[in-house]
């Protein structure tokens, strides 16, 4: 079974730009999780997502949102890029919910400048 | 709020040998489960080991065990014949009526 898949890999954007990346599941999984690393702060949860719907939300900015499809896929978008969003963003997908082990994509690096 | 600490920020081990990292827990929550991942230099967190609570038998994988300890909330990972390819950042994670919360990780290194 494939494993997840998260696109692009990099990014580079400048301060105020907004971006988007991508996240596909692993098949069947329907619950799909966003995390912010970066070295200062660590892994930090950003949101999940459970049917299309947000399921649990982080402590972030209203900057940082995200969606779902029905096909489980997700994206998720930050808008007027800062400087401290450079950072991996990691997607993990899990089949339901917090029970289930959550698998973990390889990450997009977002470097802004 | 959970939260996960792990106090060593670095460790090393001889190849072949043994080590364990550390990790406990803060919790008020009576069923949960606790996860060890490794995020080698490729960046990908692969999952090493699942631990759930109410289950007193600590579980393995392989070279991989843990010592599950609830009363004390403590969940250390021992790593049995370490080779090159362990060396990596292993993150302890936590997930309980919450998404997962991670502590800050420990660096492995691994010398031949």
């Known amino acids: 079974k494939a494993g997840v898949t998260q696109t692009p890999r990099y990014l580079i954007k400048t301060r105020g730009q907004q971006v988007t990346l991508s996240c596909s599941p692993i098949?069947?999984?329907?619950?799909v999780s966003w995390y912010q690393q970066t070295p200062g702060q660590g892994l930090q949860f950003l949101f999940e997502?459970?049917?299309?719907?947000?399921?649990n939300k982080g402590n972030f900015p209203g900057r940082f949102s995200g969606r779902q499809f029905s096909n489980s896929r997700s994206e998720m978008n930050v808008s007027t890029l800062e400087l401290g969003d450079s950072a991996l963003y990691l997607c993990?997908?899990?089949?339901?919910?917090?029970?289930?082990?959550?698998?973990f994509g390889p990450g997009t690096r977002l470097t802004v400048l | 709020a959970q939260t996960v600490t792990q106090s060593q920020p670095e460790m090393s081990v001889q190849e072949a040998e043994t080590v364990t990292l550390s990790c406990t827990y803060d919790t008020s929550e009576s069923d949960y489960y606790l996860f060890w991942y490794k995020q080698p230099p490729s960046r990908q967190m692969i999952l090493v080991i699942r631990q759930e609570a109410y289950k007193q038998q600590n579980a393995t994988e392989n070279r991989f065990s843990v010592n599950f300890q609830k009363a004390a909330k403590s969940f250390s990972l021992k790593i049995s014949d370490s080779q090159l390819g362990d060396a990596a950042m292993y993150f302890c994670?936590?997930?309980?009526?919450?998404?997962?919360?991670f502590g800050k990780g420990t660096r492995l290194s691994v010398i031949a």
């Open positions: 994670a936590y997930s309980g009526n919450t998404p997962l919360v």
């Open positions: 098949s069947g999984h329907r619950s």
């Open positions: 993990a997908s899990s089949l339901r919910d917090n029970t289930d082990t959550q698998y």
């Open positions: 997502y459970f049917s299309e719907t947000q399921r």
